[in-house]
């Protein structure tokens, strides 16, 4: 069974801290997504890696950043949380190939006070 | 820039009856994939169906299919027999290129016994 895990479901932290956000899968697959669900915006494009140590922007880079030091995880980092910043973070991965499935995380409940 | 509209934010039915779930994309491209995505509470995004723009006749999945209108850049979903487990959010997907996916804002379904 493939599988995409996440660090935690659910985060709560404090305006200005460091966050970190953690993805493995165990697919040995390309390419690791971050997105950002809100309701009423679906799913937003925060970064992805399409190689180890690649990243790019996706359509909402701002305020995170992220690192991919090696094929299986991908971080997301939150360099000084800020209440808008609470969301749900999904991590996906997928194959090299076009038109793959992505594979999801469980997703975490980040809220930032 | 490709952009995903799902124009009903909710649908309510009863177990057994058909459904049909609204998309619509804007693209200049000729080559591309269409996806739906099923969220349901609590647990991971999985993927439901694809269908390849390329490909004239319609994707289906046992209880799920599609009606792809090119020329309209229209994709809906069908879920016919309607079942308790098909409550979910449903998110329609495009993807085009560099692995990436654009998503809409997503559809509640739920389905009544």
């Known amino acids: 069974d493939v599988k995409v895990t996440q660090s935690s479901r659910y985060l709560v932290k404090r305006t200005g801290e460091k966050v970190f956000l953690e993805c493995v899968q165990d697919?040995?697959?390309?390419?690791m997504f971050w997105y950002r669900q809100d309701p009423g915006l679906g799913l937003r494009l925060i970064y992805f890696?399409?190689?180890?140590?690649?990243?790019e922007k996706g359509d909402i880079p701002e305020g995170y950043s992220v690192s991919r030091e090696k094929k299986e995880r991908f971080s997301l980092i939150l360099e000084s949380a800020s209440t808008n910043q609470t969301s749900m973070y999904l991590c996906?991965?997928?194959?090299?190939?076009?038109?793959?499935?992505?594979?999801f995380g469980p997703g975490t409940r980040l809220t930032v006070t | 820039a490709q952009t995903v509209t799902q124009s009903q934010p909710e649908m309510s039915v009863q177990e057994a009856e058909t459904v049909t779930l609204s998309c619509t994309y804007d693209?200049?491209?000729?080559?591309?994939?269409l996806f739906w995505y099923k969220q349901p509470p609590s647990r991971q995004m999985i993927l439901v169906i694809r269908?390849?723009?390329?490909?004239?006749q319609n994707a289906t999945e046992n209880r799920f299919s599609v009606n792809f209108q090119k020329a309209a850049k229209s994709f809906s979903l069908k879920i016919s027999d309607s079942q308790l487990g098909d409550t979910a959010m449903y998110f329609c997907?495009?993807?085009?290129?560099?692995?990436?996916?654009?998503f809409g804002q997503g559809t509640r379904l739920t389905i009544n016994p």
């Open positions: 996906a991965s997928s194959s090299g190939t076009g038109g793959d499935e992505q594979y």
């Open positions: 697919m040995d697959h390309e390419n």
């Open positions: 890696s399409y190689d180890v140590k690649m990243k």
């Open positions: 693209t200049s491209e000729s080559n591309y994939y």
């Open positions: 269908q390849e723009a390329y490909k004239q």
């Open positions: 997907a495009f993807h085009q290129g560099a692995q990436k996916l654009v």
